[in-house]
């Protein structure tokens, strides 16, 4: 899923290619994907656009009259830009957008539709599709204390809740915990302030550079290849690959699509945790530590 880093250098694409252009029309493709029905669809079409920014992690284009145009990728979803209409059939075409510049493409992977296309009116509108959580590289130390402690949680859930905190997913949730050498399972409420300050700084750090990082690669041009799995992460999606820090093999959590990676040496004191459907199957024989683990692979 395309999370903050990722929305942030797409938002910025757009802005420089329809702020000041006229949204000539919006084709949709797919009858999943248009979530909102007042006002119509068409009442968009012929409108200037004045603004491009982000909501979570949607990306919502401003248009004259009050209106905003919010799309959430979801997990699958990507855009592209082109030049010329796209061609009729393509089974992963959702929406065509045409503007006066160009025109916008909102695909999406595989069979599942959770892409999502919105037309709202006015700031309440836009607010309405704001799940309410804090700008994590807005708000300082004090308030996100305060976010993360108003319930417990699990870091990984606290970080990827967008009610808590705004724009971060399941990769970057990854690495921010690494860099902050804290358990994914570790709970809100029993951080020390040393590791409060550390997580808020490595949210800090890991957005930053990770923006600065894609809008480099993009070079200028509209960003392609937009992916969960980065080539210079450190954990995430490298299970079974050693740790950039220990060089111990990163370790994972899977349940239902996802996973959380993670380093046992660095984060966890060397505990494994429990995966959940393997530690269902393995019962008692399921390794505690770095060390059972490797013993069990030599029996």
């Not at 905003?68 to 089974?91: C, D, F, N, T, Y």
Request: hydrophobic residues 40%.
């Amino acid at each position: 899923m395309p999370e903050l880093p990722d929305v942030t250098v797409y938002i910025e694409a757009l802005r420089r290619r329809v702020v000041g252009f006229k949204l000539k029309s919006v084709s949709v493709r797919s009858p999943f994907l248009l979530r909102s029905t007042t006002p119509p669809l068409s009442a968009a079409h012929g409108k200037t656009v004045h603004g491009v920014r982000r909501v979570g992690k949607q990306i919502a284009i401003g248009l004259e009259g009050g209106l905003w145009l919010v799309m959430h990728l979801k997990i699958a979803g990507r855009l592209h830009w082109q030049e010329s209409k796209p061609k009729p059939g393509g089974r992963n075409l959702l929406a065509a957008l045409e503007f006066e510049s160009g025109w916008l493409w909102l695909t999406e992977a595989g069979t599942q539709r959770r892409a999502a296309l919105y037309l709202v009116e006015g700031e309440q509108g836009l607010q309405s599709l704001d799940a309410g959580g804090i700008e994590p590289l807005q708000c300082d130390l004090a308030e996100f204390d305060a976010a993360l402690r108003a319930s417990n949680h699990t870091l990984k859930r606290a970080l990827t809740d967008p009610r808590i905190i705004s724009g971060i997913g399941n990769a970057y949730s990854d690495e921010i915990l690494f860099r902050a050498q804290l358990s994914p399972v570790a709970m809100t409420q029993k951080l020390t302030a040393g590791e409060m300050q550390r997580l808020y700084t490595a949210v800090r750090d890991a957005l930053i550079e990770w923006t600065e990082r894609l809008r480099e690669q993009a070079g200028g041009e509209f960003p392609e290849g937009v992916t969960a799995l980065r080539t210079g992460m450190a954990v995430h999606g490298r299970y079974g690959q050693p740790c950039p820090r220990c060089g111990a093999k990163v370790q994972r959590i899977r349940y239902a699509a996802n996973e959380t990676n993670y380093c046992a040496r660095c984060q966890t004191g060397g505990r494994l945790l429990a995966d959940r459907a393997l530690s269902r199957l393995m019962h008692k024989d399921w390794p505690r530590t770095l060390d059972e683990l490797e013993a069990l692979k030599r029996r």
